[in-house]
């Protein structure tokens, strides 16, 4: 699966480079937020019509949403999707310590709870 990523971001990545697509060239995060907006929707349409290999159809579009978010702002000097990629999962494990670490949380409820109590600790800081 590495490599089908690491061939996903090269591909996206050719796309807005010089040589790449005029239209992808062109591209803003502002440009770009009616796309997100409906990729988005689209993933609950095809959710909600349990319409599954849509739903694998635009699963890819909305990852591509991220990838190419990503993409810009490296360009930009501000972030990477390596970064988007280790803020995610740093958090994924903050908020989980009741899989991560010792806390206990047998039910679903009980997770959300340590989930929560976890967020508002770390908006307090």
């Known amino acids: ?3 089908l ?10 796309l ?3 040589g790449g697509c005029p239209w992808d060239i062109k591209q803003t995060h502002e440009s ?3 796309c997100l907006r409906e990729e988005s929707e689209e993933v609950v349409t095809a959710i909600e019509n ?3 290999e849509n739903l694998k159809e635009e699963l890819g579009d909305l990852l591509l949403q991220v990838v190419f ?3 810009l702002a490296e360009i930009e000097g501000k972030f990477t999707l390596a970064d988007v990629i280790k803020g995610i999962n740093d958090k994924l494990i903050r908020r989980h310590p009741h899989v991560f670490g010792k806390e206990k949380a ?3 409820e009980e997770g ?7 967020k508002a600790q770390e908006k307090k800081k």
Request: hydrophobic fraction near 50%; avoid cysteine; charge should be positive.
């Open 16 to 18: 807005i480079s010089p």
């Open 32 to 34: 770009l937020i009616k």
């Open 50 to 52: 349990k319409d599954f």
């Open 5 to 14: 990523f690491a061939d996903f971001v090269k591909t996206t990545k050719t």
């Open 69 to 71: 978010h990503a993409n």
């Open 112 to 118: 959300l709870a340590v989930w929560k109590k976890m």
């Open 1 to 3: 699966m590495e490599k």
């Open 106 to 108: 047998a039910t679903a």
